[in-house]
């Protein structure tokens, strides 16, 4: 199981999404412990919530256009609580709650904030069901309605038919291919019974923690973090071989197929961006949002290891390789004296004063112990144009690695995070590095 995530709740985001609509309310048993059932409708249906279960069960309890995910509440007294949100072994810990009432509906409310993600869920609450939106606040809009049921353990359905094949192991997969440039990846699955988790790897990331089932031919996968919402449903054809659609909230579907092939390889991820030849020498100057002045090269710098991460605080696959830096630090103090690192924040908020903010919160919950500086729009043009040392930036993140001399030792594009099977070698690769530079 994955570390805990803990989430934390602003005054300054909790006041702007109840300002003039919902008073505290200390009555928190009113939301039921134990395991939900919340769902987001990627495709409104005009049913009550209170109906849904009896409309939508007669065969396979959720609808296409849905995206199912379990949490848990769990409470720490008779009123105070949290909830633990489920991806297959991941449990993300969210203490960023608030309960209310709606003073003009006169109904219960239930809030949870993702901070570091800018979003947060505001349902009315009504016994064992609530009702209300997925609010992504740094995109102009974005509201995703969502229901939940108390005491629904399953995930897509509680059928039970018998799967038509073994979907455990590895697949060659084509993303995009209702398109003129398919994506590559790499289907991980691990399959027993009906239950099916996994992810995907990309050569830019990796699709973290999915959960789902198989049922028959068909099966489906489905993520919710906070930060987005994935959902892959797919067919086991005669001939073995997988076809099926990926949908990312409400913006983005496209349509995969997948083959076992042994022989199916992503390219290196060290290879994807290299330097330009000829190229000019890495130079910045940066001002972070505490107010302290980065430049480099700079005697802040002199005679250490650097690592400078092209990241976004949107980026799940981001935020997993700045977790997995602040441990590698947390563990190893004596090469952590020798390194200095950076993170360069492309942003989706509008201005520079609302970035910086969010940055503080970000590395405030993150427990990160390294300067974070706002770089610009989230835009891979716009990183290029901080390293033009580079052929290319294809991917948020991208991490460069600069020896004590500031040569460019390594250029990594994306992140196999922690959902993936290659974590534990780039953790040990890593390492090896970091070693081989602090001696030399």
């Known amino acids: 199981m994955q570390p805990i995530l803990k989430f934390g709740l602003t005054a300054a985001f909790a006041a702007a999404v109840f300002a003039g609509c919902v008073t505290t309310d200390t009555a928190f048993t009113r939301v039921a412990p134990g395991i939900w059932r919340g769902v987001l409708e ?59 009432r709606d003073r003009s509906q006169a109904r219960d409310t239930f809030n949870i904030f993702f901070p570091e993600y800018a979003s947060y869920i505001h349902a009315a609450v009504r016994g064992n069901a609530m009702q209300g939106e997925w609010v992504v606040t740094t995109k102009d809009k974005y509201r995703i309605p969502f229901y939940a049921h108390a005491g629904r353990t399953y995930r897509f359905t509680s059928l039970n038919e018998k799967p038509m094949a073994d979907l455990s192991g590895e697949w060659a997969v084509q993303f995009g291919i209702d398109t003129e440039k398919p994506e590559k990846a790499i289907g991980e699955f691990r399959h027993s019974g009906n239950h099916l988790e996994g992810t995907f790897r990309t050569e830019t990331g990796d699709y973290r923690f999915l959960e789902g089932t198989v049922q028959g031919r068909k099966f489906w996968l489905s993520c919710f973090d906070g930060a987005h919402a994935y959902r892959f449903a797919g067919n086991i054809q005669p001939d073995g071989s997988l076809q099926g659609e990926f949908r990312s909230g409400t913006h983005y579907r496209t349509l995969w197929s997948g083959r076992r092939d042994p022989n199916f390889r992503l390219a290196d991820p060290d290879s994807l961006s290299v330097l330009k030849p000829g190229a000019p020498p890495i130079e910045f100057s940066k001002t972070t949002p505490e107010g302290k002045t980065l430049t480099f090269p700079g005697p802040a710098f002199d005679g250490k290891i650097k690592i400078f991460t092209v990241m976004g605080t949107w980026c799940p696959n981001c935020r997993d390789e700045q977790q997995f830096l602040v441990e590698f630090l947390e563990k190893n103090p004596a090469l952590a004296d020798k390194i200095t690192v950076v993170g360069f924040a492309f942003e989706r908020h509008k201005d520079s004063t609302a970035a910086n903010a969010h940055l503080q919160t970000y590395k405030r919950k993150m427990g990160i112990p390294f300067d974070l500086v706002y770089a610009g729009k989230a835009d891979k043009q716009e990183a290029e144009k901080l390293f033009p040392a580079l052929s290319r930036v294809m991917a948020f993140p991208t991490m460069l690695v600069l020896d004590k001399q500031n040569r460019v030792r390594r250029v990594h594009t994306g992140f196999d995070g922690p959902a993936t099977s290659r974590f534990e070698d780039f953790k040990k690769d890593f390492e090896a590095l970091m070693k081989q530079l602090a001696e030399e």
Do not use: A, H, M, W
């Open 42 to 100: 990627l495709e409104k249906y005009s049913v009550p919530v209170r109906d849904k279960d009896t409309i939508f069960t007669l065969k396979e309890q959720f609808q296409e256009g849905e995206l199912p995910f379990n949490f848990e509440v769990k409470y720490l007294d008779d009123e105070r609580f949290y909830i633990e949100i489920i991806n297959g072994t991941e449990r993300i810990r969210c203490d960023s709650i608030q309960y209310g």
